[in-house]
């Protein structure tokens, strides 16, 4: 299986998840009187279109280099992942303004049986959390990852709704609106995780340096292959789920210039078959006297 089909089935369990979850969000806040639910409700629905949105960067940032896009379309992905952050942020705006206005709204006491499915919820998301998080990790995806996020900041709304509705319950009347406060509560800590996705996006955009662990393996095997005495600078950037790497390397300077370009090739190929993540190669050599 590929990258782009594991991405992509992780893709479709986040889609199915939050729309089943969104549904029960929205019955059980409603029927159950917690207005953190229902702010759980509307994260959960802007999570399917975010998911659907990371679909979409997914299946466009794998499509082959071509004449216009020489590096392939890999960078579409971080653009989708700022679109993510953008859902994120609206959903909690959502979240803010509509807990400030119950609260400022007399309303029923929550049901004490919403706590049962929020403990469902809750363990559910995590579980989606975890798994979609391992996928991004498997596949090099920024975008899966802020979807994986998007599941974690799920669970902590709804680990904020079951605070909330507990806290109403145990001191009873009065206390009505400490569910909306915990919506509130919740609302930042979206706006923090917003931040926690966008910021390695953004240095994929503009090429930061953020990959030392790839660059200490490139620099292992490039010694690994014979006639290579050593490397020099070695620039790295990623592209979607593909990194493409500028190294100098450094040969004996006699050797001939058809020898070094041989070379070049050869660490090429060597690096490409040991990281599959490894995509455009350029080999610039330096002589060594």
């Known amino acids: ?12 369990f986040s889609i199915i998840g939050s729309a089943s979850l969104a549904v029960i ?3 059980v806040g409603i029927f159950g009187n917690s207005y953190a639910l229902i702010a759980d409700a509307i994260e959960s629905t802007t999570d399917i279109f975010s998911s659907i949105l990371v679909l979409f960067g997914l299946k466009y940032s794998s499509r082959p280099a071509d004449k216009n896009h020489p590096y392939g ?9 700022f679109l993510v952050v953008g859902f994120l942020v609206v959903s909690s705006s959502i979240i803010t303004y509509q807990s400030i206005q119950n609260i400022k709204t007399p309303h029923h006491m929550p049901e004490a049986w919403t706590l049962i ?6 363990t559910w998301k995590e579980i989606s959390y975890r798994f979609v998080l391992k996928k ?19 669970a902590i709304t709804s680990v904020a709704a079951f605070i909330g509705i507990s806290f109403a319950l145990i001191f009873g009347k009065g206390y009505e609106q400490a569910d909306d406060y915990a919506a509130l509560f ?14 390695p996006a953004l240095g994929e955009i503009m090429d930061e340096h953020l990959y030392e662990d790839l660059e200490a393996e490139i620099r292992k095997i490039s010694l690994e ?3 290579i005495l050593g490397t020099e600078k070695c620039l790295i950037r990623k592209t979607g789920m593909q990194y493409h790497v500028d190294l100098h390397a450094t040969v004996d300077g006699n050797i001939t210039v058809k020898k ?20 455009n190669v350029l080999i610039h050599i330096e002589p060594r006297e």
Do not use: C
């Open 73 to 81: 379309h890999g960078r579409a992905e971080p653009l989708v992942t």
């Open 225 to 227: 292959v014979d006639g």
């Open 117 to 122: 499915f929020l403990l469902g919820i809750i």
């Open 136 to 154: 991004s990790k498997e596949t090099g995806s920024s975008s899966l990852k802020a979807d994986a996020w998007h599941h974690r900041s799920d």
């Open 25 to 27: 969000k929205w019955l």
């Open 186 to 199: 919740a609302a930042g800590f979206i706006l923090y995780n917003s931040y926690l996705i966008f910021r």
């Open 1 to 12: 299986m590929t990258k782009k089909d594991t991405a992509v089935k992780a893709i479709y």
């Open 260 to 279: 070094g370009h041989e070379l070049a090739h050869e660490l090429k190929n060597i690096l490409q078959e040991k990281n599959s993540s490894i995509g």
